[in-house]
């Protein structure tokens, strides 16, 4: 009498014997599904993963009986779980073989939200692995099905800058900086670039947009400094010419000491 085993089952675990009321459940589960009520099945192992959510084996079956019933939502976001489940448990490649299998449920689907919040588990699991164009990859598809996402873009800037192409970099940077200035977001501007002028100091491009800003904001001394350090690198490339013209722009500042330009 299946209802007696649920009853023992919910005294297990109001005794705090998860283990024991959670085997109770599964073996109740199995026997719904081997009935054909499905319903009930998916319902226990649910108080079953409730108990244990590392529970791979309960999941796995769970996501299985939802997806047989066209539950797709639920059954997405199981798999991400089961994705999850790997993570905290150190097996970036299982969780990458989960969250990609959720990415495939999603696309299938049509769940936007749900593929965009899966893409960015598989962006970071790849920057964690050191997977820089495999994250990239990943990182467009994001972009493209969320144009406004401000977590992927800045990903994107920095794994250009981490592979050491300068001219996609500078390009999502100088797209990310014009929507935070059209939106008045100067602080996240500045924040911005002040970041990846640590991460990359040697990228002149980078410095030479934070000197700019600071000028913009009335923080001449930072921009001059800023400034100072664009020379040097302009110096040291052998860029002459771009060197001048960063001088000037010192000069324009009027700063307290122009001898040294």
Do not use: C
């Not at 939802?66 to 991400?80: E, N, P, W």
């Not at 965009?116 to 164009?133: N, P, Y």
């Not at 977001?185 to 991460?199: D, K, R, V």
Request: hydrophobic residues 40%.
């Amino acid at each position: 009498y299946l209802p007696v085993h649920i009853r023992m089952a919910e005294i297990l675990t109001a005794e705090n014997r998860p283990d024991a009321a959670a085997q109770k459940y599964q073996v109740v589960a199995a026997t719904y599904k081997a009935r054909g009520e499905v319903g009930r099945s998916i319902r226990l192992l649910n108080r079953v993963l409730n108990l244990n959510p590392l529970d791979v084996t309960a999941r796995t079956e769970l996501i299985e009986l939802l997806k047989s019933q066209g539950q797709m939502t639920d059954a997405i976001s199981h798999v991400a779980e089961l994705g999850r489940t790997y993570y905290e448990l150190a097996d970036l490649d299982g969780a990458r073989e989960q969250y990609a299998r959720a990415l495939e449920l999603a696309q299938k689907s049509g769940d936007r939200i749900w593929s965009v919040k899966i893409l960015h588990e598989l962006g970071d699991i790849d920057v964690q692995r050191l997977a820089w164009r495999d994250a990239l990859k990943v990182y467009e598809q994001v972009k493209t099905l969320a144009p406004g996402d401000e977590r992927a873009r800045i990903a994107l800037i920095d794994l250009y800058f981490r592979i050491d192409n300068q001219r996609s970099g500078v390009a999502e940077l100088d797209e990310q900086l014009k929507h935070l200035i059209t939106h008045r977001q100067f602080s996240n501007a500045t924040i911005l670039l002040e970041e990846l002028a640590n991460s990359y100091p040697g990228h002149g491009a980078i410095i030479a947009r934070l000197a700019r800003v600071y000028q913009d904001q009335g923080r001449k001394a930072d921009a001059i400094n800023r400034y100072e350090g664009l020379i040097e690198l302009q110096i040291q490339s052998g860029a002459q010419a771009q060197a001048r013209e960063t001088i000037q722009a010192v000069l324009a500042l009027s700063p307290e000491d122009p001898a040294p330009f």
